[in-house]
């Protein structure tokens, strides 16, 4: 098979590749404005035969007891995906404008082999686990923990990583046992879609256990959160949908697990080498043109240098020119849409009006002239109550504030309603572990320490999110607990 989705995109319901009841939609490079092609366009109609399909999958057959067949199945999509790397790396650089040195780690490769780690656990997780004897009521009792899959989950997720943030669902999903619906944002379905063409046509999953409903209907996502015959919504995006999903789950009691926006912290102690930190801090909200939930977007300096780091920082960020995602040298690529770019070019608007400085950047490359490029931007003069220092902007643009001191950067580090990720730069071991423990996000890089990994949970503290992602702790999030007591022996 030849993965050519330009105008054979399908939805993927009960096993089948059907077109969408609501004909197709547009799907654009961001590189180039143009039209690359169509996505089967799926309406409620779509959705609710989708749900129809998983439900049935999860009550009516096997599949959330069969741990081995279920580990097989996601070896097999796992091989079969690789078998089309090429292919779908070349679609993924031309639908998202991912950078191509990211699609080897980040983007593709990386999430994609993270399947093998959930077909693992599916096959060796603990699935029972003995609790012991007690006398409750005086009554001698030996309990165990059953642990099950929580039903059918409607999986919701957003354009920045497509792959990564769909398998970093689909895996863990699958792997407790789960039957899915994922709903992949409206900027990329390709992505989605094409994973679902394999899944059909190249594995084993049997019918109704993976459905793929891609949608130019925003209000696909809110039916499915609300809907009463899904039992858990994985999600992923903005603060403010996360918010809504949160709300019309509420409806059916539906548990909800929510991977949100983040507004993140580079801190730079002053017993860092503050060039380097700098450069680093610039290169990282270039990376994917800033549109990464736990990027760092605040960059904290002692006040003592703050205009060295400013110079540093413009130094760097002066190099890093938005180019085409195609070349393997690019590292900044375009944003997703000419919506996100005026939503960027906002943000750069508001700065200055909120009285900062554009140190470098501050618009449109002008080697471009197509394609949603954003200059690497640099803003100094704000202190942390600027909305600009408060509010996710997800684009290549870089607040430098400075700070007073270890004590005075956590404050700042903190005074945000996210707390998705950071970063630490530092010397002393101890300053560093007492900077670590007090600021509050879910995961911090310390010294350019990585924190992806399949094994390693992610997600968010306060408006960033509930629950983990990735990891045991994520893999926990797809199940329920029985408890069952039997006369002890
Ligand atoms: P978004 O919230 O606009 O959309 C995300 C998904 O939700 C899309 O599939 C969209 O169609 C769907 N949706 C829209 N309205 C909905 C509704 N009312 N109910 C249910 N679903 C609805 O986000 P986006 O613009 O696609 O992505 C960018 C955002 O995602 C950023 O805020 C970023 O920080 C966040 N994000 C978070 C993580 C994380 O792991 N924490 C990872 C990547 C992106």
Not at 155 to 165: D, E, L, V
Not at 175 to 186: I, R, S
Not at 376 to 398: H, K, M, Y
Request: negative net charge.
């Amino acid at each position: 098979m030849t993965l050519r989705p330009t105008d054979s995109s399908t939805l993927l319901i009960d096993g089948k590749l059907v077109p969408g009841s609501g004909g197709t939609f547009e799907v654009f490079d961001p590189t180039t404005e143009e039209v690359l092609g169509h996505a089967a366009d799926g309406t409620p109609a779509d959705l609710d035969a989708a749900i129809d399909a998983a439900r049935r999958a999860f009550d009516h057959t096997d599949w959330s007891r069969d741990h081995t067949f279920r580990a097989h199945c996601l070896r097999q999509l796992r091989d079969a995906i690789r078998g089309h790397i090429e292919e779908l790396r070349e679609i993924t650089i031309a639908e998202v404008g991912a950078p191509r040195f990211l699609t080897a780690a980040a983007h593709l490769e990386g999430p994609v082999d993270d399947l093998l780690w959930f077909a693992d656990l599916a096959e060796n997780y603990s699935w029972k686990q003995d609790l012991g004897n007690a006398s409750p009521m005086g009554i001698p009792t030996h309990r165990y923990l059953l642990k099950e899959a929580t039903g059918v989950v409607g999986a919701i997720t957003p354009w920045n990583f497509p792959h990564q943030i769909n398998f970093a669902k689909i895996g863990p999903a699958l792997a407790a046992g789960n039957t899915v619906v994922l709903k992949p944002a409206p900027d990329t379905p390709w992505c989605a879609a094409l994973i679902g063409r394999i899944a059909a046509e190249e594995t084993d999953i049997p019918a109704g256990v993976l459905n793929i409903v891609t949608s130019s209907d925003h209000r696909i996502g809110a039916l499915l959160s609300e809907d009463p015959r899904v039992d858990l919504i994985s999600f992923t995006g903005s603060t403010a949908t996360g918010k809504s999903v949160m709300r019309a789950a509420s409806e059916s009691l539906k548990k909800v697990f929510l991977e949100l926006g983040g507004k993140s912290a580079f801190v730079v102690l002053d017993d860092a080498d503050l060039r380097a930190a700098c450069s680093m801090a610039a290169f990282t909200v270039c990376t994917h043109a800033g549109q990464g939930c736990a990027i760092t977007t605040r960059l904290l300096v002692p006040r003592a240098r703050y205009d060295e780091a400013v110079e540093a920082t413009a130094k760097t960020l002066q190099g890093l020119r938005p180019g085409d995602p195609r070349d393997s040298g690019t590292i900044c690529g375009p944003l997703i849409s000419a919506r996100q770019r005026d939503r960027v070019e906002g943000y750069i608007r508001l700065a200055v009006e909120e009285g900062g400085t554009v140190v470098v950047g501050g618009g449109r490359p002008t080697e471009h002239d197509r394609g949603f490029f954003v200059e690497p931007t640099l803003i100094s003069g704000l202190d942390n109550s600027a909305r600009t220092a408060q509010e996710e902007i997800f684009g290549p643009v870089l607040v430098i504030l400075p700070h007073d001191g270890d004590d005075d950067a956590v404050r700042i580090a903190n005074d945000s309603p996210y707390g998705l990720s950071g970063a630490v730069y530092g010397t002393d071991p101890d300053r560093i572990a007492r900077v670590v423990a007090g600021v509050r996000t879910g995961t911090l890089g310390v010294n350019g320490g990585i924190w992806y990994a399949a094994d390693a949970p992610f997600g968010g503290y306060k408006q960033s999110g509930i629950g983990r992602e990735m990891g045991l702790a994520g893999f926990e999030e797809y199940l329920e607990t029985k408890l069952v007591a039997e006369p002890a022996l």
